[in-house]
């Protein structure tokens, strides 16, 4: 990470889970990201469909499905067309700025799209800008398709 390395105890109320510093709470929206990928939309807590949203860099308004879990909401926003995950927005408290993580250059890995480029981002600050070289599931490192040759960060 750009500020060194950051654990993150989810124990704690997801509230007060803001590590890594100045991202605005980055491992909790993943965290998050994971829950409703593990158990579903049905056991991650209250989900409710909140209607198209503006989202940068969407050519179409994305679908928003809201999530609340431990006391915070979470946005998920996704491609009408694709289905793809374009962005996370995870909000810990009213008068925090959100962290935002925007997901681009989806390409597909092992039957799946995934996105190669994450953009995080604080209130009107970039906390990173994450190129995906390769990913790992169960301990498999699975690569991208051809052309990833301009991504630098794993």
């Known amino acids: 990470m750009p500020v060194g390395r950051s654990e993150a105890e989810f124990t704690l109320s997801l509230a007060e ?4 510093p100045r991202s605005g709470g980055l491992l ?10 593990l158990v579903g939309p049905r056991q991650f807590g209250e989900v409710y469909y909140f209607g198209t949203l503006p989202w940068p860099n969407d050519k179409q308004l994305p679908d928003c ?4 879990q431990g006391g915070v909401e979470t946005r998920f926003y996704f491609d009408p067309l694709e289905g793809d995950l374009v ?3 995870m909000q810990a408290a009213e ?14 890995v092992d039957g799946r799209r995934l996105p190669h480029r ?3 981002r604080h209130g009107d600050d970039q ?8 990913y790992n599931f169960a301990g498999t490192s699975i690569h991208p398709a051809a052309g990833s040759e301009r991504n630098t960060k794993d």
């Open 17 to 20: 889970t803001l590590s890594p």
């Open 28 to 37: 909790a929206a993943l965290h998050l990201w994971q829950r409703l990928l």
């Open 65 to 68: 499905l809201v999530g609340i």
């Open 87 to 89: 962005g996370i927005e």
């Open 95 to 108: 008068d925090l700025d959100p962290c935002e993580i925007y997901f681009s250059d989806f390409r597909p």
């Open 118 to 120: 994450w953009v995080i």
């Open 127 to 134: 906390f990173a800008d994450l190129r995906i070289t390769k």
